[in-house]
């Protein structure tokens, strides 16, 4: 099986504008990025990362021993994907997102092995978080309800689909609110990263928030 990561390298997680500068979004992104491959690999997977430019040339830290081949595809995301996705019976091809910075081998080894020509992990929003690919027929159309879309897609090619129920694999990591998951679950790069800059949870009656200095470090 073939595990794909697309990974958005120049100015990646805009949706994160409000709390982390342009250089911080991109650190962030490259240690969930890290964090991934690092699930990935421990399931015994060799993961390619399909990265929209080269990550040596704008490198940030932590990639030089990142355990994973890449492979530049300018290409937007869609197409990119659609380019790597199985062409004959037989041929399985996951993809997995480099944002899932919860991903853990218990969660990922669940997607690799249920049972279904297509199988898919949702996000919260009506997205698409990872897929596992086994008909020549599936493409993807990623963006809007990317969830709904590809139950559909699989539908009109034949293709037998489920998803699965992930609280890790669901949770990808696109808006501030999503950063208390990482504080909360997280044990990885992209939890060491959000400390170091600064980052805490803020902990009171209701659900547990984030802020940059002045809330709750972790143990
Ligand atoms: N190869 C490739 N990967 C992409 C592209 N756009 C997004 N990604 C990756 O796809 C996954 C989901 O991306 P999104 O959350 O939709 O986009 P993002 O760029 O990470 O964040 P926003 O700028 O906030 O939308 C992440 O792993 C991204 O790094 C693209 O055009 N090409
Ligand atoms: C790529 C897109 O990601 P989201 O914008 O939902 O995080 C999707 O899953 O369709």
């Known amino acids: 099986m073939q595990v794909v990561v697309p990974f958005a390298a120049e100015t990646p997680k ?27 690999v421990e399931t015994g997977h060799e993961p390619t990362v399909l990265s929209t430019a080269s990550l040596a040339d704008a490198n940030g830290p932590g990639l ?14 869609t197409e990119a994907v659609n380019a ?15 944002d899932l ?17 297509v199988v898919i992990a949702p996000g919260r929003g ?3 978080n990872a897929l596992v690919v086994r008909h020549p027929s599936f493409r993807v159309d990623y963006h809007g309800a990317s969830y709904l879309d590809h139950v559909r897609i699989a539908r009109e090619v034949g293709a037998s689909c489920v998803s699965i129920d992930s609280f890790r694999l669901s949770t990808d990591i696109d808006e501030p609110g999503d950063l208390v998951e990482v504080l909360l679950h997280g044990d990885g790069q992209a939890a060491a990263t959000l400390e170091e800059l600064g980052f805490g949870l803020e902990i009171d009656e209701g659900r547990v928030a984030v802020s940059r200095s002045g809330g709750v470090r972790r143990q």
Do not use: I, N
């Open 14 to 40: 805009t949706r994160l504008e409000s709390v982390l500068s342009p250089v911080e979004r991109s650190t962030v992104a490259r240690a969930m990025l890290t964090d991934v491959v690092s699930a990935l």
């Open 126 to 128: 009506g997205g698409t």
């Open 84 to 98: 790597r996705l199985p062409t004959t019976v037989g041929e399985t091809v996951a993809v997995v997102m480099a």
């Open 101 to 117: 910075a919860l991903a853990t081998p218990t969660a990922l080894e669940r997607l690799f092995s249920a049972d279904a020509d």
């Open 64 to 77: 030089s021993s990142l355990p994973a081949a890449v492979t530049v595809d300018d290409r937007p995301l």
